[in-house]
């Protein structure tokens, strides 16, 4: 029996945090604000949402595979945002889908598409539902004559594995989950896991060029994509299987990216590894954040290729629930299907201790990675989705935002970003503010920096705090140089800063490839390319 979605909330009903943590997790909010008590605010049942009636019905033709469900349209309205989660405990669902579609297979997928194009409907592609970025809202304006979200994850099966070529052939709308257990028997992995794998399906994770497990070398999806079949309003469109090409740009990249703006990616070849049987992995602490983004520096152009090397500053490091709040630490691992990773660990700790680290523990879990501070940090990565809920109950502005830089501009590029966010977040909530940081991806050229704000707001204005502190950071890590995302993708929430980011003429190159593919204009409108 399939599982049922939460109303609000990260995964299925019955996941989240216990009361007992919810009490441990607002009582270190408390702290942090001076001994603050919180409002809670209670989130409406879900037949209390304010939903309008749909614009379109679902259409004979779509019958079969289309639902105007009530609580199907609630939980298609929204990703997994902060401000998706203000306007769910508000009971506001203005812009929720007319109906969802969950085809089996393309044929109908291509009817869909079909019927969308001729009644000016808008397609608004649905895989997990976890992004952060306003991706799945079906917030097209009056240009539409109404919306349907298309769920993909009916089309969940790994069709065929390569062990020869260690690939495999998946559809589009396989989860992280159904992909591993699919594949286990095979003995290989797709080894990526997003902090959203749980929920996350391929080709979302594909269209949105999503970072996983790798904090080195292998950081984006991209990496493990061989070729992709894509759905258009104007036809198929599939990339021939290759392991490298220099044949003029890629069919596959442009797909890749373009966050359901162009089409719908029903398959994808994929790379993938055996299965990883050497572990090792330790913490390591310095007094000065500068000694660590130092030696993340030297490791990243060293070779050694860690699959973590993450940076916690000491706030990040406090806010996370473990550390003493005075240490920058640096989480440390390798893993590998081949040979003992050793010697690898070795050469970077003599790296780490060149440069002022000390290592927490000798630690060494041979298995996965679940002991001292790097279990700590795995742990509390694993249940952060699970916060949003309580935090925006009690009116606590705590969101995230990441990018990348080049080594060379990182500390005028910290220094401008971190003050950006912390007078924003003071001035707008006029209390205090914490702003730290962390690496999530490192490349031999620059850190892939991920920032964390908590503030403490006031609910009958949340949404336009939260905005006001987004707008103001957003501004400062362009300003300095920055990308306005490294991994969480443009959606609707970042296109201002994306359409400052990219040239001019790219953006009209983008627009002419979605009239080519999307004559009616129907696929995503407003995300990637202006509507």
Same mark, same amino acid.
């Given at each position: 029996?399939?599982r049922?979605?939460?109303?609000?909330?990260?995964?299925?009903?019955?996941d989240?945090?216990?009361?007992e943590e919810?009490?441990?997790?607002?009582?270190?909010?408390?702290?942090?604000f001076?001994?603050a008590?919180?409002?809670?605010?209670?989130l409406?049942?879900?037949?209390?949402a304010?939903?309008?009636?749909?614009?379109?019905?679902?259409?004979?033709?779509?019958?079969?595979?289309s639902?105007a469900?009530?609580?199907?349209?609630?939980?298609?309205t929204?990703?997994?945002?902060?401000?998706d989660?203000?306007?769910?405990?508000?009971?506001?669902?203005?812009?929720?889908?007319d109906?969802?579609?969950?085809?089996?297979?393309?044929?109908?997928?291509?009817?869909?598409?079909s019927?969308?194009?001729?009644?000016?409907?808008?397609?608004?592609?649905?895989?997990?539902g976890?992004?952060?970025?306003?991706g799945?809202?079906p917030?097209v304006?009056?240009?539409?004559?109404?919306?349907?979200?298309?769920?993909?994850t009916?089309?969940?099966?790994v069709?065929?594995?390569?062990?020869?070529?260690?690939?495999?052939r998946?559809?589009?709308?396989?989860t992280?989950?159904?992909?591993?257990?699919?594949?286990?028997?095979?003995g290989?992995?797709?080894?990526?896991?997003?902090?959203?794998?749980?929920?996350?399906t391929?080709?979302?994770?594909i269209?949105?060029?999503?970072g996983g497990?790798?904090?080195?070398?292998?950081?984006h999806?991209?990496?493990f994509?061989?070729?992709?079949?894509?759905?258009?309003?104007?036809?198929?469109m599939e990339?021939r299987?290759?392991?490298?090409?220099g044949?003029?740009?890629?069919?596959?990249?442009?797909?890749?990216?373009?966050?359901?703006?162009l089409?719908i990616i029903?398959?994808?070849?994929?790379?993938?590894q055996d299965?990883?049987?050497?572990?090792?992995s330790?913490?390591?602490?310095?007094?000065?954040l500068?000694?660590?983004?130092?030696t993340?520096?030297?490791?990243?152009?060293s070779?050694l290729?860690?699959?973590?090397?993450?940076?916690?500053?000491?706030?990040?490091?406090?806010?996370?629930g473990?550390?003493?709040?005075?240490s920058?630490i640096?989480?440390?691992?390798f893993?590998?299907?081949?040979?003992?990773?050793?010697?690898?660990?070795?050469r970077?700790?003599?790296?780490?201790?060149?440069?002022g680290g000390k290592?927490?523990?000798?630690? #060494?879990?041979?298995?996965?990675?679940t /002991?001292?501070?790097? +279990? !700590?940090w $795995?742990t %509390?990565?694993?249940?952060?989705?699970?916060?949003?809920p309580?935090?925006?109950?009690?009116?606590?502005?705590?969101?995230?935002?990441?990018?990348?830089?080049?080594? #060379?501009?990182?500390?005028?590029?910290? /220094?401008?970003?971190v +003050? !950006?966010? $912390?007078? %924003?977040?003071?001035?707008?909530?006029?209390?205090?503010?914490t702003?730290s940081?962390?690496?999530t991806?490192?490349y031999p050229?620059?850190?892939?920096?991920?920032?964390?704000?908590?503030?403490q707001?006031r609910?009958?204005?949340?949404a336009?705090?939260?905005?006001?502190?987004?707008k103001?950071?957003?501004?400062?890590?362009?300003?300095?140089?920055?990308?306005?995302?490294?991994?969480h993708a443009?959606g609707?929430?970042?296109?201002?800063?994306?359409?400052?980011?990219?040239?001019?003429?790219?953006?009209?190159?983008?627009?002419?490839?979605?009239?080519?593919?999307?004559?009616?204009?129907?696929?995503?409108?407003?995300?990637?390319?202006s509507?």
């Open positions: 029996m399939a049922k979605l939460n109303y609000c909330g990260w995964g299925f009903e019955g989240g945090l216990t009361p919810e009490t441990v997790l607002l009582a270190s909010y408390s702290k942090r001076g001994g008590e919180f409002t809670r605010k209670r409406p049942p879900a037949d209390a304010q939903l309008p009636a749909p614009r379109v019905d679902v259409p004979a033709q779509l019958a079969a595979f639902s469900d009530r609580f199907e349209r609630l939980t298609h929204y990703g997994q945002s902060y401000p989660f203000v306007r769910m405990f508000e009971g506001e669902y203005q812009n929720a889908p109906f969802v579609a969950r085809p089996q297979n393309e044929d109908q997928i291509s009817e869909l598409m019927w969308a194009s001729g009644q000016k409907v808008a397609v608004i592609p649905y895989g997990g976890s992004s952060v970025v306003g799945v809202e917030a304006g009056a240009a539409f004559n109404g919306t349907v979200s298309l769920d993909l009916a089309l969940n099966k069709v065929e594995v390569d062990r020869k070529s260690r690939t495999a998946i559809q589009g709308g396989a992280g989950p159904e992909i591993e257990r699919a594949l286990r028997g095979d290989l992995t797709m080894r990526h896991f997003p902090q959203s794998f749980e929920m996350a391929l080709g979302g994770m269209a949105t060029r999503s497990h790798f904090a080195t070398l292998y950081t999806i991209d990496d994509v061989e070729s992709t079949r894509s759905l258009t309003p104007a036809g198929v990339s299987r290759l392991p490298g090409s044949a003029g740009p890629s069919p596959d990249r442009m797909m890749i990216g373009s966050e359901g703006s089409g029903t398959e994808a070849w994929m790379r993938l299965r990883p049987t050497f572990r090792a330790t913490a390591v602490l310095f007094e000065r500068e000694d660590a983004v130092e993340i520096r030297v490791i990243s152009q070779g290729y860690p699959s973590n090397v993450r940076l916690l500053d000491a706030g990040e490091a406090d806010l996370s473990f550390g003493d709040g005075k920058t640096v989480v440390l691992a893993e590998n299907a081949d040979h003992p990773v050793d010697a690898w660990m070795a970077a700790m003599e790296i780490c201790g060149d440069h290592p927490e523990s000798d630690e #060494d879990d041979g298995g996965g990675h /002991s001292g501070t790097a +279990g !700590a $795995r %509390a990565f694993i249940k952060m989705p699970h916060f949003r309580p935090v925006v109950s009690a009116g606590i502005i705590h969101d995230t935002f990441e990018t990348a830089i080049t080594w #060379d501009r990182f500390a005028a590029f910290h /220094s401008a970003v +003050g !950006a966010t $912390r007078s %924003a977040v003071e001035e707008v909530t006029g209390g205090p503010a702003v940081t962390r690496f991806h490192v050229d620059g850190p892939a920096p991920y920032y964390t704000f908590v503030g707001g609910h009958e204005v949340l336009e705090q939260w905005l006001e502190i987004k103001r950071a957003s501004d400062a890590l362009i300003k300095a140089g920055g990308t306005i995302t490294h991994h443009v609707r929430d970042h296109m201002h800063w994306y359409e400052t980011q990219r040239p001019a003429l790219f953006g009209q190159a983008l627009g002419a490839v979605k009239a080519t593919l999307d004559p009616a204009g129907i696929m995503n409108p407003g995300v990637i390319v509507a």
